[in-house]
């Protein structure tokens, strides 16, 4: 059984960083889309940051430049590290992994492609 389980959230001043961890099990990676989502209450989760079977990224407008997703596959474990944090960023943070697609699709972001959630970390910002 696959199971992702994300670690490393807690809060922080604006301006401050973090490095979110996905530590996945149940499955082996070495091929898929692996994403980055967030949710803050009342609005919709959306993806923040992908990456492809083949190292390529993409991230959404509002944290280009400053946060970075990176894959460990010998530790099966994926890393956001979010730098240049604002209140805006303040969110329950999702890991999740589409198996079944090499590269991420063109809506990835809306995460309908992803069967696989961890249960989420919650990232604070304020001063």
């Known amino acids: 059984q696959v199971q992702l389980v994300e670690s490393g959230g807690g809060s922080v001043q604006p301006g401050g960083s973090l490095t979110l961890s996905c530590s996945l099990s149940?499955?082996?990676?070495?091929?898929?889309?692996m994403g980055w989502f967030r949710q803050s209450p009342g609005k919709n989760r959306r993806g923040v940051a992908s990456?492809?079977?083949?190292?390529?990224?993409t991230y959404d407008d509002s944290v280009a430049g400053r946060f970075t997703i990176t894959r460990d596959s010998a530790k099966n474990t994926l890393y956001l590290q979010m730098s240049g944090l604002k209140p805006e960023d303040t969110a329950m943070y999702y890991c999740?992994?589409?198996?079944?697609?090499?590269?991420?699709?063109?809506?990835?972001?809306?995460?309908?492609?992803?069967?696989?959630w961890g249960r989420g970390t919650q990232v604070t910002v304020s001063s």
């Open positions: 999740a992994v589409d198996k079944d697609h090499a590269q991420c699709g063109w809506s990835w972001a809306l995460g309908a492609d992803f069967l696989y």
């Open positions: 149940g499955y082996t990676y070495n091929t898929g889309c």
């Open positions: 990456i492809d079977t083949y190292g390529s990224t």
